[in-house]
């Protein structure tokens, strides 16, 4: 069965700007987490959707948001961009809050520059 | 807050050899640990979980310990292979929070 699908998977974009992420669980999965990935502060939890809402949040500023619609695909999006916010933006994907097993897309590598 | 760290940040193992990765924390109200190995441009992939009322639970090559009297948790890895070589995250979890908190991760790098 196809896995977890980020996109897109490279984006450059300029301070001050805004920038979406996609990203598409596994076929039967509800439940959608994002984590922001850099050498310096390693994989953070950002926020997990599940059924739509949001379920749990990490301790990130309110320029990161995200949703999540009706076919489990969920979305992120940054706003305002700072030069920090460059980092591997990976998602994972959950058949249900309880399950432990997540499944990471490759993540979409954003550089700001 | 809570932290979930690993002791070495590299290790280097011969071909064949078993492997030990370890991984220290301080929250002891997790319920669930997991092992997760990312290799070089793909996104973590799961291991191996446990939960906090088990001390060991084997997989195909792998097992992983829980001493939760020094808050210590490791990953035996049996004849590592070429295929091993990733960096290793320990996580752990609650069971009224299902977010991940990852520690800082250990490159494993296998020598022919």
């Known amino acids: 069965k196809a896995g977890v699908t980020q996109t897109p998977r490279y984006l450059i974009k300029t301070r001050g700007q805004q920038v979406t992420l996609s990203c598409s669980p596994i076929?039967?999965?509800?439940?959608v987490s994002w984590y922001q990935q850099t050498p310096g502060q390693g994989l953070q939890f950002l926020f997990e959707?599940?059924?739509?809402?949001?379920?749990n949040k990490g301790n990130f500023p309110g320029r990161f948001s995200g949703r999540q619609f009706s076919n489990s695909r969920s979305e992120m999006n940054v706003s305002t961009l700072e030069l920090g916010d460059s980092a591997l933006y990976l998602c994972?994907?959950?058949?249900?809050?309880?399950?432990?097993?997540?499944?990471f897309g490759q993540g979409t590598r954003l550089t700001v520059v | 807050g809570e932290s979930v760290g690993l002791h070495l940040p590299t290790l280097s193992v011969q071909e064949g050899d078993n492997s030990i990765i370890n991984c220290a924390y301080s929250?002891?109200?997790?319920?669930?640990f997991i092992w997760y190995k990312q290799e070089s441009g793909k996104g973590p992939q799961f291991i191996i979980d446990i939960r906090s009322n088990m001390d060991k639970r084997q997989g195909q090559r792998v097992t992983v310990l829980l001493n939760k009297t020094v808050k210590h948790l490791s990953l035996q890895i049996a004849a590592t292979q070429p295929g091993d070589s990733a960096v290793y995250f320990c996580a752990q979890a609650g069971s009224n929070d299902y977010k991940l908190s990852f520690g800082a991760g250990t490159t494993v790098t296998v020598r022919a």
């Open positions: 959707y599940f059924s739509e809402t949001q379920r």
């Open positions: 929250n002891s109200a997790s319920d669930y």
């Open positions: 994972a994907s959950k058949r249900d809050r309880v399950n432990t097993e997540a499944f």
């Open positions: 076929s039967g999965h509800r439940s």
